[in-house]
């Protein structure tokens, strides 16, 4: 079975640039989520798709980050401008049901570095 | 608010030794808890879950974790180290259907685990 996938894998840009995230979940998930892990950290959840809904973006910076999920299947994650402090890994996973409930599959992350 | 505080962030020990990862939880509701592993530029992966069933949880490359109410814990632990088992490990809590988060998943800072050889 194949692992949740991401793409690119590293990303360098400087501040007020924008950058763009691809995320494919595990096929038949409806649940997708993407978390921003900064270094030292763990993981903290930016958003939570069930198909092609949102079901939380409250941690989300509205302002400056976007998300979208059009056929209920592969995700964007956007950051429009970027700043030195969203320095981050980004990490995409998928679930068939709720997190409460179903195990989430974590892919790969991509590693940005805003300068 | 549902929380977790994982008491050491770095942990060492020699291999064959073994393993006490410790995490403590805070949580309105009965919670699942989870311990995921991070191998350096690997994925996350599950190692366990607890989701009200048997309090001792049996995982994957021989961890296991004891759920205890009282002192609101969730401790890993392993028998004997391999180096293998080097990794950044974190505990979770989730509170499926509370409020309008849907279970979402509250990771701990992480402990960084090194086996010596």
């Known amino acids: 079975e194949a692992g949740v996938a991401q793409s690119p894998r590293y990303k360098i840009i400087e501040k007020r640039q924008s950058v763009a995230f691809w995320c494919n979940p595990i096929?038949?998930?409806?649940?997708l989520y993407w978390y921003q892990q900064i270094l030292g950290q763990g993981p903290k959840l930016l958003i939570q798709?069930?198909?092609?809904?949102?079901?939380?973006d409250s941690q989300l910076p509205k302002d400056r980050f976007s998300a979208e999920r059009l056929k209920g299947v592969d995700s964007t994650l956007k950051i429009q401008p970027a700043k030195l402090e969203d320095s981050a890994v980004y990490l995409c996973?998928?679930?068939?049901?709720?997190?409460?409930?179903?195990?989430?599959?974590f892919g790969p992350g991509t590693r940005l570095l805003v300068l | 608010a549902q929380s977790v505080t994982q008491l050491d962030s770095h942990v060492s020990v020699s291999e064959g030794t073994p393993v006490l990862l410790r995490c403590n939880y805070s949580?309105?509701?009965?919670?699942?808890l989870f311990w995921y592993v991070q191998h350096p530029n690997k994925g996350l992966q599950l190692l366990l879950k607890?989701?009200?069933?048997?309090?001792l949880v049996k995982g994957i490359n021989g961890f296991e974790a004891e759920f205890k109410k009282s002192e609101t814990s969730f401790h890993l632990t392993k028998p004997s180290a391999h180096m293998s088992d080097a990794a950044e490990y974190f505990c979770?809590?989730?509170?499926?259907?509370?409020?309008?988060?849907?279970?979402?998943?509250?990771f701990g800072k992480g402990t960084k685990l090194s086996v010596k050889p």
């Open positions: 996973a998928s679930s068939l049901g709720l997190a409460g409930l179903e195990t989430q599959y």
């Open positions: 096929s038949g998930h409806a649940t």
């Open positions: 798709f069930q198909n092609n809904g949102v079901v939380d």
């Open positions: 949580s309105s509701y009965s919670p699942s």
């Open positions: 607890y989701t009200s069933a048997a309090t």
């Open positions: 979770v809590v989730s509170d499926p259907g509370y409020g309008g988060s849907q279970g979402n998943l509250i």
